[in-house]
């Protein structure tokens, strides 16, 4: 072993260099990988937010009409055995929408508020582990629980305020959010959240009718009815309520929140309400994970074809050792080693610096990602992570590193094991 | 049990070399030589007719084109390149004019080599090695890398190397053809005590005089063995 290290340090600045080499390839497998790491960690750790929860949307239908979700499927699916709690919801960005400021703002992941029924959002959140405070309760109005992480980076804390959507909410728990983009950053109670968000929309309904009636003054039948609607401003208000309704999203809580029992469940609730989307868990998993699939597939070819290139650097460096080292070869050849041993000498070589580089790489990696991870998520003001080294990828990734180096160090060792002591011990 | 096999036998022993451009270069036509366990023989020669290649063959470095070659009764013929490494390692042991040391091992590694081979133990290769530079007289140098000893030093490292895998058979090829007549006369004396202990020694030399000493001189010309 110190021998082979002893041969290694005899060119050092060429095996200096083919490490380097080696290195940045696997640089780009520790960085992507941990990226790689980071989404598969989202995913599993989505499953807090995802897992027990049946989400009902509503689709257009094949003539084209979005019937919206109506009282009567509601009534439908309330009255199934199984189902335990229906509960509107509503996700809007935490800070509203400033095209202006950032004309992104659709493409990039930003912090989201969920407005929750308040007496059920322990249950339909409960998932993610509260940390401090406690959940919304019947009879909250601006109250907010808040993800961990935005608290941290906004300086927030249980009893103070909160601005969501430029309104002051007081923040009455911290939980433990997992970083998915879909996962709101803060819960509130649904109805004023849903009420200040319709707000505007009614208001603009109301100038539209008043103009649109001020211009043509009504007849008495039409005024009649008006007024049995509650006069202009309430027939306004209901009728953006109406067209918020289109988009509403019902969360659906099984009696057996077992993975099984949501999806009998989601099952059930696409044989009742067939207008309706059903989201269950394992819909969003598989699509996560298919997501994850793909990135993961072009990291694979990003990371072959970036650590084969310290593959060949290997190829080279281990030939011209050969070449260079014939007579040693012959020498030990004559005292007795066998091809298989001069082979392996050469392997194993090989692979030290195939590990070394791995090393190198895994360090200078975990220092790059170190570097350049809060500059990043400063970057995206969403999420306390964007790089996940585990264990496993850097186990992984200093095997690779060697058994990238044994297979480079292959072809110079066959040549190496068919040197003919005869001939070179006559050389010189 | 009858009589042990003598140390080396050789009956019409052929080494024929391809050529540049297809030809043919025949450097052994036809040697037969018998040495006895325990003896000295050296061999001389004019150059070019095949001394060195009839140590290599009989060394088990290189392969006989025809006839029989027996190392210790063993036939060195059918031997694959594996089964002779393994031959080399135990049974025969080489010194070259050139002494071929490892520039990168010092001089107790360089004497281990064959042990590393072998598979021995990192301490059992270190006391042996010890013991192999201590009969050549070279103790105090065990941690000096071959470019810090004098020629006559190295080729006493080659000799206990060459004595390290517990070799029967000793190939010497001019182990004194690059050192002046004191040194020479070290070496030699040094080759005599590991015959005086049984060991069967084939050394070629170019020196007469030197070659005078011996059991028994064998002349070659042309590939074969003068009467
Ligand atoms: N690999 C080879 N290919 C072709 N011819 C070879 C090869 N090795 C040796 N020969 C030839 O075989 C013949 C015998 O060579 P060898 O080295 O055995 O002679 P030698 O007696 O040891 O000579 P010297 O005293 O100069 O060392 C020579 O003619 C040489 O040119
Ligand atoms: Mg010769």
Redesign the pocket.
Same mark, same amino acid.
């Given at each position: 072993m110190t021998g082979l290290v002893r041969d290694l340090l005899r060119q050092r600045l060429r095996a200096a260099l083919t490490v380097s080499g080696v290195a940045l390839g696997m640089l780009t497998l520790v960085v992507l990988g941990a990226l790689g790491e980071h989404f598969r960690a989202l995913v599993d750790e989505s499953k807090a937010y995802t897992r027990g929860v049946v989400r009902l949307f509503t689709k257009t239908n094949p003539d084209g009409i979005n019937p919206g979700i109506t009282d009567e499927a509601l009534d439908a699916v309330r009255g199934l055995p199984g189902v335990a709690v229906v509960a509107p919801t509503l996700v809007l960005y935490l800070d509203g929408f400033d095209l202006e400021a950032d004309p992104l703002s659709f493409a990039t992941p930003r912090p989201l508020v969920e407005g929750l029924a308040p007496d059920h959002a322990a249950t339909l959140r409960g998932g993610m582990p509260l940390v401090e405070g406690r959940w919304l309760r019947a009879g909250d109005e601006r109250h907010a629980v808040v993800a961990r992480w935005l608290a941290q980076r906004r300086g927030l804390g249980v009893g103070g305020p909160v601005t969501i959507r430029h309104v002051t909410y007081e923040v009455v728990g911290l939980y433990d959010a997992p970083d998915a983009p879909m996962v709101p950053a803060a819960v509130v109670p649904y109805g004023p959240l849903n009420h200040d968000f319709i707000t505007p929309g009614a208001e603009r309904a109301r100038r539209a009718l008043g103009e649109l009636f001020g211009a043509h003054p009504l007849g008495p039948m039409a005024q009649a009815a008006l007024a049995q609607e509650g006069g202009l401003e309430e027939a306004a208000r209901r009728f953006v309520e109406q067209q918020e309704a289109l988009f509403r999203v019902y969360e659906v809580i099984p009696r057996d929140r077992s993975a099984e029992g949501t999806r009998r469940l989601a099952e059930d609730l696409r044989a009742t309400v067939p207008d309706l989307a059903v989201i269950d868990p394992d819909r969003i998993e598989q699509q996560m994970e298919r997501a994850v699939a793909l990135f993961l597939v072009v990291a694979l070819i990003v990371t072959v074809i970036s650590t084969v290139v310290g593959g060949l650097l290997i190829v080279n460096t281990m030939a011209m050792a050969v070449l260079e080292r014939r007579r040693e070869i012959g020498i030990k050849s004559a005292v007795g080693a066998t091809p298989g041993q001069v082979a392996l000498e050469f392997v194993a070589e090989a692979g030290v610096l195939g590990l070394t580089g791995a090393v190198l790489g895994v360090l200078v990696g975990v220092a790059a990602i170190r570097l350049a991870e809060p500059a990043l998520l400063a970057q995206l003001e969403s999420g306390s992570r964007l790089f996940l080294v585990t264990p496993r990828l850097v186990v992984l990734t200093v095997a690779y590193g060697g058994v990238l180096g044994v297979l480079a160090g292959g072809i110079p060792a066959l040549r190496a094991a068919r040197v003919d002591p005869?001939?070179v011990l006559?050389e010189l | 049990m009858s009589s042990p096999a003598p140390a080396i036998e050789c009956v019409g022993l052929e080494k024929t070399?391809? &050529?540049p451009g297809g030809g043919q !270069?025949a450097?052994l036509r036809g040697v037969d030589l018998a040495v006895a366990r325990g003896e000295a023989v050296a061999i001389t &020669?004019?150059? &070019?007719? &095949?001394?060195?290649? /009839?140590l290599?063959v009989l060394g088990a470095l290189d392969r006989p084109t025809a006839g029989v070659a027996r190392v210790l009764g063993q036939d060195l013929a059918p031997l694959d390149t594996r089964a002779r490494a393994l031959l080399r390692r135990t049974a025969v042991g080489f010194v070259f004019q050139q002494f071929h040391l490892i520039p990168t091992l010092t001089a107790e590694e360089n004497v281990a080599l064959p042990l590393r081979y072998a598979g021995v133990a990192p301490a059992e290769r270190r006391r042996r090695a010890t013991d192999l530079l201590a009969r050549v007289g070279l103790a105090a140098r065990a941690d000096h890398h071959p470019t810090s000893l004098s020629g006559g030093e190295q080729q006493r490292v080659a000799l206990a190397r060459a004595l390290a895998g517990g070799a029967q058979v000793l190939l010497a090829?001019?182990p004194t053809g690059n050192l002046d007549r004191a040194t020479a006369g070290e070496i030699v004396a040094l080759l005599r005590e590991v015959v005086a202990g049984g060991v069967t020694l084939v050394l !070629?030399t170019?020196d007469l005089d030197l070659a005078g000493t011996f059991d028994r001189q064998v002349k /070659?010309r042309d590939?074969r063995v003068e009467a």
């Open positions: 005869a001939i006559r | 070399y391809a &050529g !270069v450097a &020669g004019p150059s &070019g007719c &095949g001394k060195t290649t /009839l290599n090829d001019e !070629v170019h /070659l590939g």
